[in-house]
T-cell receptor
C-alpha cells in the first residue's frame, strides 16, 4: 500500500512565525501536491511538484513556498504565518501516467494565533 | 476556470437505501474523474477513478459513471450502511499530471 505521512497532525503557531509542513511518500511517485481545505471553500491546490527541484503554482500560492530536494519529500513553507492561514493542509501523491489515482496523507490541522 | 459542483450538499438516509450522489463539471477536457471519501478530521481515501475513455467503474457496493458530453458523474451506493457515513468528494482531473479540481462534497449520514 502507498503510504503518505505528514509531519504533524496538529500544529499551533503564532503570527509571523516561519512554519514548515513536511510530507513523505514511500512509493517513488513523481508528482506531489499540497492542498488546503476550508469549510465552504473545499480543497484548493497551493503548489505541486512533478520532479525533484521542480514546482508549479496552484490556485492559491500567495503566502506559501515549497521545497522538493528529494523525490520522496515535499515541504510546504509558510514564510510568515498569518491567521488566515489557519486551515487543514493535505498532501497528496500520484505517479505520472498510469491511472493517476491520488493518495492523500492524514492532514495537518494548523492553527495560527 | 474549471468548476465542480456536487449535489446535494448533505443527505440523510435510513440504512438499506440505495442512493445517488451527483457531480457536474464545466470543463469537458477531462483526463479522469475521481471519487473520494473523507471521514471527519482525516485525509481523503480514493474510492473510484474513471478514465476519460471509460463510462463507469464499480467497486463492491459502489458504482460511478461518467458522461463527458453532459459534464456529469454520479456515484451510486447500494444498500447503504451506517459505516458509509462520511463526506464524499468528486474531483475533475484535467491533465496527466494528476492536478485535480474538487467539488465541495456531499455529507452523507446513514442512520440505523
Amino acid at each position: 500500500d502507498v503510504k503518505v505521512t505528514q509531519s504533524s497532525r496538529y500544529l499551533v503557531k503564532r503570527t509571523g512565525e516561519k512554519v514548515f509542513l513536511e510530507c513523505v511518500q514511500d512509493m517513488d511517485h513523481e508528482n506531489m501536491f499540497w492542498y488546503r481545505q476550508d469549510p465552504g471553500l473545499g480543497l484548493r491546490l497551493i503548489y505541486f511538484s512533478y520532479d525533484v527541484k521542480m514546482k508549479e503554482k496552484g490556485d492559491i500560492p500567495e503566502g506559501y513556498s515549497v521545497s522538493r530536494e528529494k523525490k520522496e519529500r515535499f515541504s510546504l513553507i509558510l514564510e510568515s504565518a498569518s491567521t488566515n492561514q489557519t486551515s487543514m493542509y493535505l498532501c497528496a501523491t500520484v505517479t505520472s501516467g498510469g491511472t493517476n489515482t491520488q493518495y492523500f496523507g492524514p492532514g495537518t490541522r494548523l492553527t495560527v494565533l | 476556470k474549471q468548476e465542480v459542483t456536487q449535489i446535494p450538499a448533505a443527505l440523510s438516509v435510513p440504512e438499506g437505501e440505495n442512493l445517488v450522489l451527483n457531480c457536474s463539471f464545466t470543463d469537458s477536457a477531462i483526463y479522469n474523474l475521481q471519487w473520494f471519501r473523507q471521514d471527519p478530521g482525516k485525509g481523503l481515501t480514493s474510492l473510484l477513478l474513471i478514465q476519460s475513455s471509460q463510462r463507469e467503474q464499480t467497486s463492491g457496493r459502489l458504482n460511478a459513471s461518467l458522461d463527458k458530453s453532459s459534464g456529469r458523474s454520479t456515484l451510486y451506493i447500494a444498500a447503504s450502511q451506517p459505516g458509509d457515513s462520511a463526506t464524499y468528494l468528486c474531483a475533475h482531473g484535467g491533465t496527466s499530471y494528476g492536478k485535480l479540481t474538487f467539488g465541495q462534497g456531499t455529507i452523507l449520514t446513514v442512520h440505523p
